[in-house]
Structures are given as C-alpha cells and as structure tokens.
T-cell receptor
Framework: EPEVTQTPSHQVTQMGQEVILRCVPI?????FYWYRQILGQKVEFLVS????????KSEIFDDQFSVERPDGSNFTLKIRSTKLEDSAMYFC??????????FGSGTQLSVL | EDQVTQSPEALRLQEGESSSLNCSYT??????LFWYRQDPGKGPEFLFT???AGEEKEKERLKATLTKKESFLHITAPKPEDSATYLC??????????????FGKGTTLSVSS
C-alpha cells in the first residue's frame, strides 16, 4: 500500500538553528498537510497546502515556519530559528479525497 | 470554539471483553468525523470516516457510530493486538479552508491476554 514517507525520523538541533523536515506524499495526492504532536498532547494542525500555495494555517504556523513543494514529489517544512517549544513529533499527511487523510510516521524534533 | 473530547483517557480490557470509547464534539458545521489508530512512535492510521448522524461503519472488531453530539468506537472481543491509542478528529467548516482536522487527546487501550 502506498505510504507517506518522512525523513529524518529523528532530528536534534540547537536552539536558534534552522531545520528542514522532509516528506514524500503519496504520488497521486493533491492536498498536503503538516501536523505536530507535543509529547502527551493532542495532534495539532499546522498548515495545509494545495495547488502550490498555503490554503489554511493555524496560529502555531507563524513567520518562523514555511512550507515548500520544490519538485513534483517532495514537501518540506522549514523552521527558521528553532525554539525549545518547537520540540515535538511532526507529521506530514496527504490525501486525494476528503474521506482519507494518510499520515507519515513522523519526524521527532528535539531542540536543545 | 470547535472542540473534541475523548473518554476515557485510558482503558484496560481483558482479551474478549467488549467495550466502547466515546468522542464528544462541538463544531460549527461538521464535515466529517474521523477515527484513527496510533501506535507508539508512529503516525495516525486511518480507520473510519462518518459524515451524518445515524451512520455506522465496521472493520473487523471495530464499529464506529455517530450522533449529532458524539461518536462511539465499539470494540468487540478485543485482542492484544488492538492495544493502541485511538484518536477521534473532526473536520469543520466549508470551502477550501476548513479541511484541517481537530483532534481529541485520544483513548489509550490496553488489552491483556
């Protein structure tokens, strides 16, 4: 079965550094998302992306965050200057229909 | 404010002991209610989508139902491999915006043999 692939699985960075989290969505999907889950808390929506532009974003997704689809297969989340509170599991997701949203296995980001 | 509340937070069952998980929601314009399974260190795995009150869906030992205010995930004769965190999420709003899912905190199910 096709799956959403995320790399790396773990990322450790120093506070203030830039990080890029990478995702390869399922190939025929058109809608792409980033969610995050802080340890012990709810899965939270960050941003949705369709037709090469952001369609919706949450209050969490401030100017420090950006997304890009640099080619036909990759979808990236960049955090410009990481903070301690950015430590979380980041999930990429994609869908073709409204019925099913498929999630990747996540990137565990640790900011020291 | 759109909100999803799941109960109980944790549930321990013996193998074969059926039970139900609850998801209550408050949203303006429900587009869909979703159930996901999440194993430790993994992403949510899609189980069901429900769209309107009275709708039911089944998959193996799981059955999801929906009313105007809540959804239930019924687990019949669970096995140890059903142990996981079960997440409920709603999609609210209309148009191209409003496709984001709002998640509850989940119910962590442990099934012992």
């Amino acid at each position: 079965e096709p799956e959403v692939t995320q790399t790396p699985s773990h990322q450790v960075t120093q506070m203030g550094q830039e990080v890029i989290l990478r995702c390869v969505p399922i190939s025929n999907h058109l809608y792409f998302y980033w969610y995050r889950q802080i340890l012990g808390q709810k899965v939270e929506f960050l941003v949705s992306f369709y037709n090469n532009e952001i369609s919706e974003k949450s209050e969490i997704f401030d100017d420090q965050f950006s997304v890009e689809r640099p080619d036909g297969s990759n979808f990236t989340l960049k955090i410009r200057s990481t903070k301690l509170e950015d430590s979380a599991m980041y999930f990429c997701a994609s869908r073709w229909t409204a019925e099913k949203l498929f999630f990747g296995s996540g990137t565990q980001l640790s900011v020291l | 404010e759109d909100q999803v509340t799941q109960s109980p937070e944790a549930l321990r069952l013996q193998e074969g002991e059926s039970s139900s998980l609850n998801c209550s929601y408050t949203v303006s314009g429900l587009r869909g209610l979703f159930w996901y399974r999440q194993d430790p260190g993994k992403g949510p795995e899609f189980l069901f989508t429900l769209y309107s009150a009275g709708e039911e869906k089944e998959k193996e030992r799981l059955k999801a139902t929906l009313t105007k205010k809540e959804s239930f995930l019924h687990i019949t004769a669970p096995k140890p491999e059903d142990s996981a965190t079960y997440l409920c999420a709603v999609q609210a709003g209309w148009g191209q915006a409003g496709t984001a899912l709002i998640f509850g905190k989940g119910t962590t199910l442990s099934v012992s043999s």
